[in-house]
C-alpha cells in the first residue's frame, strides 16, 4: 500500500508494521531474533508487527536491526537551505515566535475627555 499522507496515524502504524514484519521475514530472522538484536522485548516486536502503539525508541532499533535506519534522511530532510538566511545574512533561525509584533494600543477615553 502506498501511503500519501491523508491516512489516519492508526492505518500508517498498521503499515508500517507489516513493512517491519515482511522486511524481518525476508532476512530470514524470528521475532525472538529480532528482539535480542534490537534490545526490545519479543512482546514490543509484535505489537510494533501488529501496528500498535509502541515508544518511537524501540522502532528506531528495530529499523537498524534492519538496516533501514538511514532511511529516515528521506522522510525529514535536513534543512540546508531556509529562505530567511537571505535576509538574515546567514544567520541560521533557532526558532519562531509564535507573536507578531503589536502597536501599542491607545489608552480608551470618554468623548468628552479628549
Given at each position: 500500500?502506498?501511503?500519501?499522507?491523508?491516512?489516519?496515524?492508526q492505518m500508517i502504524m498498521k503499515e508500517l508494521g507489516q513493512r517491519i514484519q515482511e522486511t524481518r521475514i525476508a532476512m530470514n530472522l524470528t521475532?525472538?531474533?529480532?528482539?535480542?538484536?534490537?534490545?526490545?522485548?519479543?512482546?514490543?516486536?509484535?505489537?510494533?508487527?501488529?501496528?500498535?502503539?509502541?515508544?518511537?525508541?524501540?522502532?528506531?532499533?528495530?529499523?537498524?536491526?534492519?538496516?533501514?535506519?538511514?532511511?529516515?534522511?528521506?522522510?525529514?530532510?535536513?534543512?540546508?537551505?531556509?529562505?530567511?538566511?537571505?535576509?538574515?545574512?546567514?544567520?541560521?533561525?533557532?526558532?519562531?515566535?509564535?507573536?507578531?509584533?503589536?502597536?501599542?494600543?491607545?489608552?480608551?477615553?470618554?468623548?468628552?475627555?479628549?
Amino acid at each position: 500500500m502506498t501511503l500519501y499522507g491523508d491516512e489516519s496515524n492508526q492505518m500508517i502504524m498498521k503499515e508500517l508494521g507489516q513493512r517491519i514484519q515482511e522486511t524481518r521475514i525476508a532476512m530470514n530472522l524470528t521475532q525472538a531474533q529480532m528482539a535480542e538484536e534490537s534490545g526490545v522485548a519479543l512482546r514490543t516486536v509484535a505489537r510494533i508487527e501488529k501496528g500498535e502503539s509502541v515508544n518511537v525508541e524501540n522502532v528506531l532499533n528495530i529499523l537498524r536491526v534492519l538496516g533501514v535506519l538511514g532511511n529516515l534522511n528521506q522522510l525529514v530532510q535536513e534543512q540546508t537551505f531556509v529562505p530567511t538566511e537571505m535576509i538574515d545574512a546567514g544567520k541560521k533561525r533557532k526558532r519562531v515566535s509564535g507573536k507578531q509584533r503589536r502597536e501599542k494600543k491607545k489608552t480608551w477615553v470618554w468623548g468628552d475627555e479628549k
